[in-house]
């Protein structure tokens, strides 16, 4: 699993509020990706991360920020959660294998917004 | 922009059997990676296999083999001796690849999957 953990696994909230999402690794991996995946859409990208403090958008980024201020960690936030964004998010890493590169994937936060 | 398609929603298979999923892609890049993840109900992304385009060679590993035709952007999954643990969401995905000092920053683009189930 790379060492990537996701927190929480599951999660309700109410619309409106905010939530936090974290991933954390501990192999000191410079680059990180937040996912979301729903149904007929696969995985789309939402926000990524090439080192402490740098981050950029993905394809879906609207309603969402991040923030990475520890290299093992980089948080999710929804600023105010709608039923739009209830969702399973993945984070991932990158790692460097025989000259190439591969995304490992954490287990997956299951949001659900009421 | 790229685009990953895969026009299987579902398919299904005796044990033992072999299947092929199908993947097409749209690129106007020469370099890249195409991916195969497995995401078994346990709802884990699983890394099955990885084809770098500028390799002739399809990728191989155990009873997964792809076929990759690159003029044709096509990059299907071959299941050999199919088992029950196959049964599982299959995602193909496409990665830029870039020789300079940026590796690492690639992101991926999937398909929308191929729900395969295995039948006992």
């Known amino acids: 699993d790379a060492g990537i953990t996701q927190s929480p696994r599951h999660k309700v909230t109410e619309t409106g509020t905010p939530v936090t999402l974290r991933c954390h690794q501990t192999?000191?991996?410079?680059?990180m990706y937040w996912y979301r995946q729903d149904p007929g859409h696969g995985l789309r990208l939402i926000h990524y991360s090439y080192g402490v403090k740098d981050t950029d958008k993905g394809e879906v980024s609207d309603g969402y920020s991040v923030s990475r201020s520890k290299t093992e960690d980089f948080l999710l936030t929804l600023e105010s959660a709608t039923s739009s964004q209830t969702s399973v998010y993945f984070c991932?890493?990158?790692?460097?294998?025989?000259?190439?590169?591969?995304?490992?994937f954490g287990s997956g936060t299951q949001l659900s917004v009421l | 922009a790229q685009t990953v398609t895969q026009s299987q929603p579902e398919m299904s298979v005796q044990e033992a059997e072999t299947v092929t999923l199908s993947c097409t892609y749209d690129?106007?890049?020469?370099?890249?990676?195409l991916f195969w993840y497995k995401q078994p109900p346990s709802r884990q992304m699983i890394l099955v296999i990885r084809?770098?385009?500028?390799?002739?060679q399809n990728a191989t590993e155990n009873r997964f083999s792809v076929n990759f035709q690159k003029a044709a952007k096509s990059f299907s999954l071959k299941i050999s001796d199919s088992q029950l643990g196959d049964t599982a969401m299959y995602f193909c995905a496409f990665m830029k690849l870039r020789f300079l000092s940026n590796f690492g920053n690639e992101k991926l683009t999937f398909g929308t999957g191929t729900r395969l189930t295995i039948i006992p």
């Open positions: 084809q770098e385009a500028y390799k002739q």
């Open positions: 991932a890493i990158s790692e460097s294998y025989r000259g190439g590169e591969k995304l490992f």
């Open positions: 192999e000191n991996h410079r680059y």
């Open positions: 690129t106007s890049e020469s370099n890249y990676y």
